[in-house]
């Protein structure tokens, strides 16, 4: 019997110093960074750690989930209605922008971010105004009304965005020249990419292409992870706790094309934006990052490859997305909440708590 006492204490007082500590690791959310890889798969990801020596960033995640995508009206998705269900936790149909079935503005993770008085960006390769990006700050029922996305950005109180889609604010069919709105607003409007990395100020509108940028294997360069990095260190100096999405929109055009080369070298792209992204949460330790994708392109699978050769023989079933669920990636406090199988409108109601922030 004595026995058992002094075992039990001695268990007793090597697991209490253990859950206390643990307890103070429990650090608040303060910050979210989400990263969406437009139409990437697990096959996606897959090649793109073969062919940069078996490494990535974002599987450094400490927890992973895998969600459904479908969409209200299809079984396979379209970028509109899965960056909608992201973002408002609602599903709605194909082609949708932040608004329900019927038409209804959705508010979404963004806006409850704004509301709550923390500050916001958007960073993307396509336009701004394109599906993806859109999701967070439009509400419009029809994904190609860019023109109508991008006079959505005046009405929020974004303060960085970073991509293409200059003709969309600037070369309207309505005469109106919204970069002059923006700078009104407390904006810097860039046009030069070149320019984003020297920038120092609060509020960036950064519309550094007409369209879209380049294809990563038609020189982009770094854009998509120095525009990462920027945006963080901006939203960072307001000390107000900050939501950030940013997205490597193009995995999904090269899975459209069937293009492997475009598509490996966009994921390996967008993974260094995540390395951005993990950089600062590992410092900052009150930043949630969650890796995922809005669904899969291509329907792409590897039939054989070489780990010393870096090299994986791609195959492609469909010049469209696929209905395969994608692979959630989570690092930071709160990342054991995203372990699991879930729907993709599970994600909001996951971080919004995090955020002490009421979904309604
Ligand atoms: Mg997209
Ligand atoms: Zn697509």
């Known amino acids: 019997m004595n026995k058992i006492i002094s075992i039990s204490l001695i268990i007793l007082t090597l697991v209490i ?18 990263m969406i890889g437009d139409g990437m798969g697990i096959a996606q990801i897959y090649a793109a750690m073969t062919k940069n020596g078996m490494q990535l960033n974002m599987t450094q995640g400490t927890q992973t989930g895998i969600a459904t995508t479908y969409s209200a009206d299809k079984y396979i998705t379209d970028s509109g209605a899965a960056g909608t269900a992201i973002s408002t936790g609602v599903k709605t149909k194909n082609g949708s922008i932040a608004v329900d079935t019927a038409g209804n503005k959705l508010k979404t993770m963004l806006e409850y971010c704004e509301e709550k008085g923390m500050v916001t960006g958007l960073v993307s390769t396509s336009s701004v105004t394109h599906a993806t990006p859109a999701s967070f700050i439009a ?65 960036l509108a950064a519309l550094t292409a007409a369209e879209h940028h380049k294809k990563m294997t038609e020189g982009r360069g770094n854009m998509l992870p120095e525009s990462t990095e920027k945006a963080i260190e901006i939203l960072n100096t307001y000390q107000k706790g900050f939501f950030l999405m940013v997205e490597g929109s193009q995995i999904d055009w090269a899975g459209h094309a069937n293009d492997a080369e475009y598509n490996v070298a966009e994921t390996i792209d967008f993974d260094k934006a995540v390395g ?3 950089e600062f949460a590992r410092k900052d330790s009150n930043t949630l990052v969650i890796i995922t994708a809005d669904h899969e392109t291509g329907g792409m699978t590897i039939t054989g490859g070489n780990i010393e050769q870096k090299e994986s023989q791609i195959h492609f079933s469909t010049k469209n997305h696929s209905a395969i669920p994608v692979m959630l990636f989570a690092y930071g406090p709160g990342s054991e ?15 919004l708590p995090l955020l ?5």
């Open 356 to 360: 002490k922030i009421n979904e309604k």
């Open 276 to 278: 951005k992204a993990l």
């Open 17 to 34: 110093p253990a859950i206390s500590q643990s307890n103070k690791n429990n650090k608040e959310v303060k910050n979210v960074i989400l």
């Open 337 to 351: 909440t995203f372990s699991g199988f879930y729907d993709n409108t599970d994600i909001i109601k996951k971080i």
């Open 139 to 203: 509400h419009q029922a029809s994904r190609g009304s860019y023109e109508d996305i991008a006079s959505d950005f005046l009405k929020t109180d974004i303060e960085v965005f970073i991509g293409g889609g200059l003709d969309h604010f600037k070369k309207r069919k309505d005469g109106k020249d919204l970069t002059l709105d923006l700078t009104k607003k407390g904006y810097t409007v860039i046009e030069d990419q070149n320019q984003v990395i020297s920038f120092k100020g609060k509020k």
